[in-house]
């Protein structure tokens, strides 16, 4: 059973920011939330994770809501290559990742 | 970074035939990796968790004689597909987390088998 909610899809236009919403009302003290994409006929890729704070990497931001019952991806210059499946993920350590459906964002020219 | 090489990327087989999947994590040590089977237009579900010289560990509703899995080095698991059926066709990807960090997942670029 996923522990997040995410849109089915999202669409973005290239050089603009993407926000990917995720909201993981029931998790708890020590659930870390995880970001991971699939490109097409791939192997998911990590992008970011945190626990309470907002955390920046080269790739993205998470804002994490002081509740933690939401949280949102930054993807700050989407670009065509940022085209995928974008998995939200809630788990006390990456031994127990289990995917949910995750959001298709199509970033457009 | 931390590479995982799974192997073959594409197989095709015949029906009643069994398939060996590899995944092989490159440049650390893994007493854990994960096997994943992903549908078309599905997500990823976790199929077993393999454990380095141990017995694997198998999801509810996962058939462990029908997806055979050794986990035989730090390095190495393997997934045998036994006796395949077309409805076995799917996607199965490999992941490991790396041990240093223990932060993230790093997962292989996928089989996708077709059982004609």
């Known amino acids: 059973d996923a522990k997040t909610t995410q849109p089915p899809s999202m669409d973005c236009a290239e050089g603009r920011a993407a926000n990917l919403p995720c909201n993981h009302s029931t998790i708890s003290g020590n659930e870390y939330v995880y970001w991971y994409r699939q490109i097409h006929s791939q192997g998911p890729q990590y992008i970011i994770h945190g626990l309470k704070n907002n955390e920046t990497n080269e790739m993205a931001s998470l804002i994490i809501t002081e509740d933690r019952k939401s949280s949102t991806l930054i993807l700050p210059h989407a670009t065509l290559r940022d085209t995928a499946v974008y998995y939200c993920i809630v788990s006390l350590n990456n031994n127990d990742m289990r995917f949910g ?9 | 970074g931390a590479v995982v090489s799974q192997h073959p990327s594409r197989v095709i087989c015949k029906s009643g035939t069994s398939v ?62 036994t006796s395949a059926h077309p409805e076995d ?28």
């Not at chain 2, 199965?92 to 960090?101: D, E, F, G, K, L």
């Open chain 1, 101 to 109: 459906a995750g959001t298709r964002l199509t970033v457009k020219p």
């Open chain 2, 20 to 81: 060996k999947i590899e995944c092989r994590s490159l440049d650390f040590q893994a007493t854990t990796m994960f096997w994943y089977r992903q549908f078309p237009k599905q997500s990823l579900m976790l199929m077993a968790t393999s454990n380095e010289g141990s017995k694997a560990t198998y999801e509810q509703g996962v058939e462990k004689d029908k997806f055979l899995i050794n986990h035989a080095s730090l390095t190495l698991s393997t997934l045998t597909v």
């Open chain 2, 89 to 116: 066709s799917s996607f199965y990807i490999c992941s490991a987390p790396q041990r240093r960090t223990n932060e993230k997942l790093f997962f292989g670029s996928g089989t996708q088998l077709s059982v004609l």
